[in-house]
């Protein structure tokens, strides 16, 4: 698809849509590395120099299977692969029942990010992958919402 370049932020949702998934969770082998899905790095290198956002819901983390600083390091490996084109992120690390502001769908960690960077959240895009992050951006008042095998164009 034509590359849209008009939109003052793209917050992209992370297993999914950026990040290969195994049973839900983000795919990591034993020497902790990622994979990237189909698309990714052609369609984000592009957008250096608009605001590049990440938000992402890992409960592994308040459930004891995943680390904060793995789960940090995801960003790095991809920010690594598409040239440092992320400009920030927010991870929500939470129990899924801790009913905290920033899980998704809940727009704390949109809102967060938004406030940060002012952000006109009208003019921005949500690309995900579930429709737990397009209910995230309707409830942010994110203006588009893209699924990511349509953004990426991978199926
Ligand atoms: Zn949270």
């Given at each position: 698809?034509?590359?849209?370049?008009?939109?003052?932020?793209?917050?992209?949702?992370l297993g999914g849509t950026l990040l290969a998934l195994e049973q839900d969770e983000i795919a990591c082998s034993k020497t902790g590395k990622v994979t990237l899905l189909p698309g990714v790095r052609d369609h984000l290198l592009p957008l250096c120099g608009t605001p590049?956002?990440?938000?992402t819901?890992?409960?592994a983390v308040a459930l004891g299977h995943l680390s904060e600083a793995t789960a940090r390091g995801f960003i790095d490996q991809i920010n690594a692969a598409v040239g440092q084109v992320i400009t920030d992120y927010r991870i929500c690390m939470h129990h899924p029942l801790a009913g905290c502001p920033c899980r998704k769908p809940q727009p704390g960690m949109v809102f967060d990010l938004a406030r940060t960077h002012t952000?006109?959240?009208?003019?921005?895009?949500?690309?995900?992958?579930?429709?737990?992050d397009e209910q995230c951006a309707?409830?942010?008042g994110i203006g588009t919402f893209l699924w990511a095998h349509d953004f990426f164009s991978f199926c």
């Open positions: 698809m034509t590359m849209e370049t008009h939109y003052s932020a793209y917050f992209f949702d590049v956002f990440v938000i819901n890992q409960a952000i006109n959240l009208a003019q921005a895009v949500l690309i995900g992958d579930t429709a737990n309707q409830l942010a």
